[in-house]
T-cell receptor, first 117, second 115 residues
Framework: EAEVAQSPRYKITEKSQAVAFWCDPI?????LYWYRQILGQGPELLVQ????????DSQLPKDRFSAERLKGVDSTLKIQPAELGDSAMYLC???????????????FGAGTRLSVL | GENVEQHPSTLSVQEGDSAVIKCTYS??????FPWYKQELGKRPQLIID?????GEKKDQRIAVTLNKTAKHFSLHITETQPEDSAVYFC??????????????FGTGTLLAVQP
């Protein structure tokens, strides 16, 4: 069964350093999402791509976060500089992006757990 | 803004009993309601979903009901087993900007099934 791949699984960094996370969606999925999940809370959408275009980044702290999906396939989320409050699980998800029910089903990766010291 | 409230935050049941988790949503235009199960250290996995034109959906021991008038939906697990222990998240899909939609997640329910 195809899965969303994310790396690294864990990342420890010091504040003010730069970090980057990578996501490879399920093959053929047009829509890609980055979520932040703080311990004890539900995932919060940071950015959504449709192919290579950003369709929603309203919750992305743009002064320090950036995301790209240059060829409309895999994606990178970057934080620079990292702050203590950025410690969380960063989840990537993808969906087919087709009309109908399948359009809405999101498949999640295992996430990257970030600890900022 | 749009939000989804989920209750209870923790739920402990005896093996074999039923468990019910409830969610309410704020956007009356929401049309899709998935439920995800997240085991410790693992990815959220879709376990059941329902669209707004359906009032109830069942898949073996799990079922979801939707009341559009009251804007709430519930997850029902019958004959619970220890392997059902996990965090369960509800979500509501909202549409914006034409064909784009996104999910708003609840805060999660930690279900513990005691053997």
């Amino acid at each position: 069964e195809a899965e969303v791949a994310q790396s690294p699984r864990y990342k420890i960094t010091e504040k003010s350093q730069a970090v980057a996370f990578w996501c490879d969606p399920i093959s053929g999925h047009a829509t890609l999402y980055w979520y932040r999940q703080i311990l004890g809370q539900g995932p919060e959408l940071l950015v959504q791509f449709q192919d290579e275009s950003v369709v929603d980044d309203s919750q992305l702290p743009k002064d320090r976060f950036s995301a790209e999906r240059l060829k409309g396939v895999d994606s990178t989320l970057k934080i620079q500089p990292a702050e203590l409050g950025d410690s969380a699980m960063y989840l990537c998800a993808s969906s087919p992006g087709l009309a109908g029910v399948a359009k809405n089903i999101q498949y999640f990766g295992a996430g990257t757990r970030l600890s900022v010291l | 803004g749009e939000n989804v409230e989920q209750h209870p935050s923790t739920l402990s049941v005896q093996e074999g009993d039923s468990a019910v988790i409830k969610c309410t949503y704020s956007d009356s235009a929401s049309n899709y309601f998935p439920w995800y199960k997240q085991e410790l250290g693992k990815r959220p996995q879709l376990i059941i979903d329902i669209r707004s034109n359906v009032g109830e959906k069942k898949d073996q021991r799990i079922a979801v009901t939707l009341n559009k008038t009251a804007k709430h939906f519930s997850l029902h697990i019958t004959e619970t087993q220890p392997e059902d222990s996990a965090v369960y998240f509800c979500a509501a899909s909202i549409r914006y900007g034409g064909a784009t939609n996104k999910l708003i997640f609840g805060t999660g329910t930690l279900l513990a099934v005691q053997p």
